[in-house]
């Protein structure tokens, strides 16, 4: 009898939804929707968890805290008690009920840290959410950051790259300060993430230095630190019904629902670089009432894309963090024959919102622009630098350093 071992591989958290009762995941920092969920180590800013459940009728849910390694799996050399103090288990208490709006739902928040839960380590952090009464059902995960600051980090994105210059594409280049951090093995204790536009289909983890002086790390000219430049973002905003802006044709009332309509997305791979202002793939929730979380109406809002024929060798998405940066069911369009044209309906929170059409070619993780917008080295885009730390024989990954970079901006 043969037997055969099978390797299971780590699960990877990311911030996500996993049932389709609740909506409009936001995971950011001090309340704000624009800013990526890192906070500083012992310092007084807080990362604000929201969703909400389809429904008027409120649910008891609780949540866990894990800390996580720098590839986003569980950390499993740490107790709980290492990394925090507070109960395993906590409730959600601060929730409320939609009022006034088409579409009835239950909104919940949550700020971490709380009285109920402090950090003690810098690094990834995943919070996973259940029904109170069902521990084992996961039903939401979001995905935080707590950083030390301890190493020095600039850099710049350049369109010279390996590609050429002044092409389609932008090299990232930059050097960690190592002199107020002992760092003695850096191809081992350091791990480097970058993520364009929080993009991870297109993320580069792992990357080493090209070369190392006794006190600095130099980042320069690296084949793997070469992104798709891309175009500007797409933009709609239906915070106002009747005063609408950005891509969007119509918004009619369809009982009982709100329906806005996109302008149809088009080949733009020959159109030269038009710069606009964007919000590199976020959203904002905010409407025409001042009660934020719970007078604010969702819409459906449907996306298309004309093409004569599907096309075969892969799969056309909406991207951005409408879907958490993730290329899934939840923002996958489909072909219709009868139209012509690819489609997606999604239910989203009256806001404006960032997005593009990205093409995931068949069998790939990365997706490309090149079928869709295009690409021009003159896109704005944000680089968002992540190094993590674990000192030979350390149990975990520190974050020590967390930089933005731009372009055009």
Known sequence: MLLVSIAVQAQKFSSELFSDELKTLVVCRNGDDLQDPVIRLGGD???HIGFDLMSKQPRDYSYKIFHCNADWTKTSTLMRMDYMQGFEDNPIEEYESSFNTTFDYTHYSLAIPNEDVQLLLSGNYVVQIFETDAPDKVVATACFSISEDKLALEGEVSPNTVHGVKTKYQQVNFEIDCSQFAVTAPQEELKILVRQNGRTDNQVFGVEPTYIQ??????EDNKKLVFEAGKEFEKIDFSHIRNFSGAIETIKFHHPYYHVDVVPGEDRTRKEYYH???VDGRFKIHGQSIWTDKEIDYSVVHFTFPAEE???DGALYVGGYLNGN???KNNKMQYS???KQYELTM????GGYNFQYLFLPAGLKCATLSRTSGSCWETENEYKIYVYFRSLGGQYDRLVAVRNLFFNK
Do not use: A, M
């Not at 006794?214 to 980042?219: E, G």
């Not at 239910?347 to 009256?350: A, E, F, I, P, Y």
């Open 276 to 278: 606009s202002e964007d």
């Open 347 to 350: 239910v989203l929170k009256n």
């Open 310 to 312: 599907p096309w075969l």
């Open 45 to 47: 800013e807080f990362v």
């Open 214 to 219: 006794p006190t600095k790390l130099v980042f």
């Open 337 to 339: 024959f009868e139209r």
């Open 326 to 328: 993730r290329l899934d």
